[in-house]
């Protein structure tokens, strides 16, 4: 019934003789069981010159839909960040799709309409809460239709090859193909990078470097497509020796890792999360998942080289102390083909100390090869109540890492609102250099600092050598400069419901005037901030938020007010 029914539809669309509808080859691929809208508006595109993407969202889950805005007798491609998305068009009741395929999908309608977009993980109708940008070109029905479906396979250091669906009809004169800067895409007179029949190009690349891709239709000798939307993608990056990484990457991802950003995560949270030192790669595990995480490539492997790396599990909620026997462990592969295949050297349970603990391993097998390193963390709870932390740090191949400094935390003497403060047990530190968090900065072992405004302070000690910076975080708060903390009882401010799962609700029954709503996550890192001056309510859309503990902070006009709320899903 649903073949005959999407049958129907096309038949509609028979006045454009060459509309090129992907993957209608089974029912099966149709996917519209999607509920969730986002965003929550139509989406009203702007650009129609066939080349100027429109946004549809810079965070689409695969798991969603959104409504776009669609004309009459114009030609759409809707497509994804991941080129792996699975994308169905429907009409604006979800009931009848009209295209649908993996990456890139073509549409034309005959009329002015609405439709809904549907993201997916794959043809079966996978769902995953992972973050894709959507975006959707539209211009005029061409004589000549680019390929759409493009994808590739796992990149080396030097080679790729992409593939990509063939045009309907089939072109004339073939493909031709660009690839480079992706800041830089090709116009309608670029000179290809390739050309050819075949479905699919091989390329050579520059080792650590960011590209585009594009292809396009050579239907006749005046006559090409425009070119595909941009598939953007990165040759493996690879570091000699010795390499040593200490995570001392401001929060993000070190260049070269690959992991799910969704939830691996670089930080710390001094004295109940802390790295070692400062800032470490951690996962959060409460549910039955495999979480992982891959290195980068490093070359030039010997035969008395080894691999070297702290970790250390914490008790979600009682950190930091250890979670109990039988909850969690990880697997370490090593791979000699970029990332292809993985060979496991160890399965390790976690130790239950609330220590920082050092795997090594020696490299000798792998001698004049280039590794890299997959870490996947196994999610089990023995315990029944298992809610943890495994963090990772200092990852080093050579033996030796080069020497971080290093200090045994920060000793703060307060006299509100003057601090002083003083890096305690410095290893190997060159210089010092302070952060108050209020944009006043600082130098030396020991410094003194006052505030001018009430409020919490993150305090960041940078320790410097030649091989590199370690940070030290503490926070402090600040009181008696000023602005109030307002004591508003539960009766006077609500927040609800908490937990909460999908959206929280605060109201102000109080006669202060609110003016903005902060929130922070768990690590002190600002998660979104809103403007409700002039308002007594407000609702927070949780649909973003990771499941844990937020602390909501509440400036009003005469004071502030902090409250915790916790994320469940």
Same mark, same amino acid.
């Given at each position: 019934m649903k073949m005959n029914l999407l049958l129907k539809q096309l038949s509609k669309l028979t006045l454009l003789s060459a509309i090129p509808f992907l993957c209608i080859e089974s029912a099966d691929a149709q996917c519209l069981t999607n509920t969730s809208l986002y965003p929550s508006g139509t989406i009203e595109p702007t650009y129609f010159d066939g080349v100027t993407p429109n946004e549809i969202s810079s965070c689409n889950y695969e798991e969603e839909y959104a409504q776009v805005k669609v004309n009459a007798n114009q030609y759409h491609i809707f497509y994804s960040s991941n080129p792996n998305t699975y994308i169905t068009v429907s009409n604006k009741t979800g009931t009848t799709a009209f295209s649908h395929g993996t990456g890139q999908?073509?549409?034309?309608?005959?009329?002015?309409?609405?439709?809904?977009?549907?993201?997916?993980?794959?043809a079966t109708c996978g769902t995953a809460e992972k973050c894709i940008t959507t975006n959707v070109i539209i211009g005029s029905v061409p004589t000549c239709y680019a390929p759409l479906g493009i994808n590739y396979g796992n990149a080396t250091g030097t080679a790729i090859t992409f593939n990509w669906n063939a045009a309907s009809p089939a072109p004339s004169g073939g493909y031709e193909y660009y690839f480079g800067d992706p800041a830089l895409p090709p116009t309608a007179t670029s000179t290809p990078s390739g050309s050819g029949t075949a479905t699919s190009a091989a390329l050579t690349l520059t080792p650590s470097t960011d590209y585009g891709f594009w292809v396009r239709s050579v239907c006749g000798t005046n006559n090409k497509s425009s070119w595909s939307p941009m598939i953007d993608f990165s040759s493996q990056y690879i570091v000699g020796k010795p390499w040593a990484?200490?995570?001392? /990457?401001?929060?993000?991802?070190?260049?070269?890792?690959?992991?799910?950003?969704?939830?691996?995560?670089?930080?710390?949270?001094?004295?109940?999360?802390?790295?070692?030192?400062?800032?470490?790669?951690?996962?959060?595990?409460?549910?039955?998942?495999?979480?992982?995480?891959?290195?980068?490539?490093?070359?030039?492997?010997?035969?008395?080289?080894?691999?070297?790396?702290d970790y250390r599990y914490f008790d979600y909620l009682d950190a930091p102390l250890a979670p109990p026997a039988g909850d969690g462990y990880f697997i370490v592969y090593i791979s000699t083909d970029f990332g292809q295949t993985y060979t496991q050297i160890d399965s390790v349970p976690n130790?239950?100390?609330?220590?920082? /603990?050092?795997?090594?391993?020696?490299?000798?097998?792998?001698?004049? *090869?280039?590794?890299?390193?997959?870490?996947?963390? *196994?999610y089990t709870s023995a315990s029944g109540m298992g809610d943890y932390v495994l963090g990772f740090d200092n990852f080093a191949v050579d033996g030796v890492s080069c020497p971080n400094p290093s200090a045994s935390g920060i000793n703060i003497t307060n006299n509100t609102p003057e601090f002083t403060f003083e890096v305690m047990n410095?290893?190997?530190?060159?210089?010092?250099?302070?952060?108050?968090?209020?944009?006043?900065?600082?130098?030396?072992?020991?410094?003194? *600092?006052?505030?001018?405004?009430?409020?919490?302070?993150?305090?960041?000690?940078?320790?410097?050598?030649d091989c590199g910076t370690t940070e030290l975080t503490e926070s402090v708060t600040v009181s008696g400069v000023s602005i109030n903390d307002l004591k508003l009882d539960e009766n006077q401010l609500k927040l609800f419901p908490n937990p909460a799962q999908n959206n929280l609700k605060l109201e102000n029954l109080s006669n202060h005037s609110m003016k903005s709503v902060t929130v922070y996550n768990i690590l002190g890192q600002k998660m979104d901030l809103i403007k409700v001056a002039g308002t007594k309510t407000t609702t927070l859309n949780l649909s973003k938020y990771a499941n844990g503990i937020y602390s909501l902070v509440i400036e009003f006009e005469s004071g502030t007010v902090t409250r915790k709320f916790e994320v469940l899903k």
């Open positions: 999908v073509g549409y034309t309608s005959t009329v002015a309409d609405t439709v809904r977009v549907y993201f997916n993980t794959n990484e200490p995570f001392n /990457t401001n929060g993000e991802l070190p260049e070269g890792f690959s992991a799910d950003e969704d939830y691996w995560f670089v930080g710390s949270d001094p004295g109940t999360f802390d790295g070692n030192p400062g800032d470490f790669l951690a996962v959060n595990q409460y549910q039955s998942e495999i979480y992982e995480f891959e290195t980068i490539n490093i070359s030039g492997i010997q035969p008395n080289d080894s691999l070297n790396f130790n239950t100390t609330a220590v920082w /603990t050092t795997k090594s391993y020696q490299l000798g097998a792998y001698a004049g *090869h280039t590794i890299r390193v997959k870490i996947e963390a *196994h410095p290893q190997d530190a060159d210089n010092y250099g302070w952060d108050f968090g209020d944009g006043i900065s600082g130098s030396g072992q020991s410094t003194t *600092h006052t505030y001018t405004s009430n409020g919490n302070y993150t305090v960041t000690a940078m320790l410097t050598n």
